[in-house]
């Protein structure tokens, strides 16, 4: 029986043999998507902007799955490193079937102290690397006329955040882009989403204060922070034939705080 049991198991991974690109996946979010679509029999190719050892730790948590996994040092903010990233994954994994544009920093503050450095650097990892990476990846997808691209927004860029405009801003850019490009590439059976991930806890959120965490879990009606693993779910059932019917949609991980 037990034997049964894992044959079947072992035949309903759910992403088994495609290749899915995850920008920003050495910790937090980004790492939790690539472990999960590991577990799901996905090859992951990841991206990292330092830190070779930690990317090296992640290749090697990753192909214990038993999945080829391959790390590569490159910022998705960068138009030409970008194409040149994309062509060295295609060489060396000769598909992409799945897009995950996770990479994101934050550099908050009032808008009254904002430098206009800030402000850039913000646009260009989290909004113009979506684009960067889309244009790059997109001969490959009209290639084999399908292609599932998976954007991360937040909710902050659905209702704003005070002291985060640059964040927000950019977190909005991409939700017009994911409509935007799912209206394009619809006829070509490639699909466009985004997740909209509310407080989720990870090294970043660990750095806070605890009355800071307190007080914004308790506005959260589910009443606990959010998983990298719950934002994984998501993403693997956006990148899964589960989802075939759903494209230009953004769907909020965030315990009901947008509601």
């Not at 994309?86 to 897009?99: A, C, G």
Request: net charge neutral; with cysteine; charged share 20%.
């Amino acid at each position: 029986m037990s034997i049964f049991v894992s044959k079947i198991k072992r035949h309903m991974k759910l992403l088994k043999d495609k290749v899915a690109v995850i920008t920003g996946a050495t910790r937090g979010i980004g790492k939790g998507i690539a472990l999960k679509f590991a577990s799901e029999g996905a090859n992951v190719a990841f991206t990292y902007v330092s830190s070779p050892e930690k990317a090296k730790n992640v290749e090697e948590e990753l192909a214990a799955f038993g999945i080829k996994a391959k790390g590569y040092q490159s910022n998705a903010g960068d138009f030409s490193a970008a194409q040149t990233l994309i062509d060295q994954i295609l060489e060396d994994f000769e598909k992409i079937d799945v897009l995950i544009n996770n990479a994101g920093i934050t550099k908050d503050g009032l808008l009254m102290r904002m430098s206009e450095e800030n402000w850039d650097d913000v646009m260009d990892i989290n909004l113009k690397s979506v684009f960067n990476m889309t244009k790059a990846t997109l001969r490959n997808f009209l290639k084999q006329k399908s292609g599932s691209i998976i954007n991360m927004s937040s909710i902050v860029g659905v209702q704003g955040n005070a002291g985060q405009s640059n964040y927000s801003a950019s977190k909005a850019g991409i939700i017009g882009f994911t409509k935007s490009t799912a209206q394009e590439l619809g006829s070509r059976n490639i699909r466009c989403n985004a997740i909209a991930p509310g407080f989720i806890a990870t090294e970043m959120t660990d750095a806070l204060n605890k009355e800071v965490v307190d007080k914004w879990v308790e506005n959260i009606p589910l009443k606990r922070a959010g998983s990298p693993d719950d934002v994984a779910n998501s993403c693997l059932f956006l990148a899964s034939d589960m989802s075939t019917y759903v494209t230009g949609q953004v769907i909020s991980v965030c315990g009901g705080m947008l509601t």
